[in-house]
């Protein structure tokens, strides 16, 4: 099954971005190979992202807007996605390329409707469950289970709340 980029579905939930990251501009094309083996590729222009775990890279249009600049190479990520556990494996037509997904994995799906997959780890290191609570304050869900359903204030701004209410599903 091939999978696009599309607005949020029925089973899709919302997630808060976590952690920070290393980033720099590319000046040339780049064509990487990723951990499952998928051949992705990026344009000048676009950013080189990487952490203790990965690389991968943003078109420059989506990165100012789900990054925030710490000091140096250094950014914060930042935003409400959707996101749907995969049941079975899939192809996600990504901006960079073709990318599978396996059972378990993620499928992210950012606020300009582009798709990504991101491995269960990863994703429970990368995102935190949000939630809309009656009255419109945004709030988070902790994804671990030591503190798996207490409901705490999200770091995210009034602009971003904004959004996650106007995100499709």
């Known amino acids: 099954m091939t999978t696009g980029p599309a607005p949020g ?9 976590l952690g920070t990251v290393h980033a720099l501009q590319l000046l040339e094309d780049w064509t ?6 998928d051949t ?44 749907r556990q995969v049941c079975s494996v899939e192809t996600v037509r990504t901006l960079e390329g073709d990318a599978t997904a396996l059972q378990g994995d993620w499928i ?3 606020a300009m409707g582009e798709s990504w997959p991101v491995s269960e780890v990863d994703f429970r290191e990368r995102y935190r469950s949000v939630k809309l609570k009656v009255g419109g304050a945004c709030l988070s869900e902790p994804m ?11 770091s995210i701004t009034g602009k971003e709340c904004d959004e996650l209410r106007s995100l499709p599903g």
């Open 40 to 83: 992705l590729r990026a344009s000048a222009g676009d950013w080189r992202i990487h952490d203790d775990e990965a690389s991968w890279t943003v078109k420059a249009e989506l990165f100012a807007a789900t990054y925030r600049h710490i000091g140096g190479d250094c950014y914060k990520r930042v935003g409400v996605v959707r996101a």
């Open 32 to 37: 990487w190979t990723t951990k499952r083996g």
């Open 9 to 17: 579905g029925v089973d899709d939930e919302l997630f808060e971005r």
């Open 108 to 110: 992210v799906t950012g």
């Open 144 to 154: 671990n289970g030591d503190d798996a359903g207490v409901l705490e204030q999200a």
